[in-house]
């Protein structure tokens, strides 16, 4: 088992900790996953539609056809976060090459958005 804290910079580690140690905690007396943040944000940042058109175009449809998806988070800054579903969120292929796949179709609309599977 493995727990991954992105942050964006807003918050100092230390405030963080505070923040996500408790629910963890919780979640494994309880032995059930824990989840800290579970909708989508909404953004207006103008790079995020087009972001959203180009990975329903050239990603999700080979996903579905795998029995998984993906969804956009947020986009803060130039961290883009997805969430994958279904058969990817389980798949050790979608944390390396088709998480970099994804980040190098991405950078074609923005050079230096990193992307970031929660």
């Known amino acids: 088992n493995w727990i ?28 059930m996953p824990v989840r800290v943040d ?3 944000e909404k953004d207006d940042d ?3 539609l ?4 180009l990975l329903d175009k050239h990603i ?3 996903l579905l056809g795998d029995g998984g998806d993906l969804e956009v988070m947020t986009l803060c800054g130039n961290v883009l976060c997805i969430r994958y579903y279904g058969t990817c969120g389980s798949c ?8 970099i796949a994804i980040e190098n179709l991405v950078r074609t609309i923005e050079p230096e958005i990193e992307v970031v599977s929660v």
């Open 38 to 40: 579970s909708e989508p």
């Open 4 to 31: 991954t804290v992105t942050q964006d910079g807003n918050t100092e580690w230390a405030d963080l900790a505070r923040k996500v140690a408790q629910p963890i905690r919780e979640a494994r007396a309880a032995e």
């Open 50 to 53: 087009a972001i959203k058109q």
């Open 46 to 48: 103008p790079r995020l």
């Open 60 to 62: 999700r449809p080979t």
């Open 92 to 99: 050790p292929s979608s944390q390396t090459g088709t998480l």
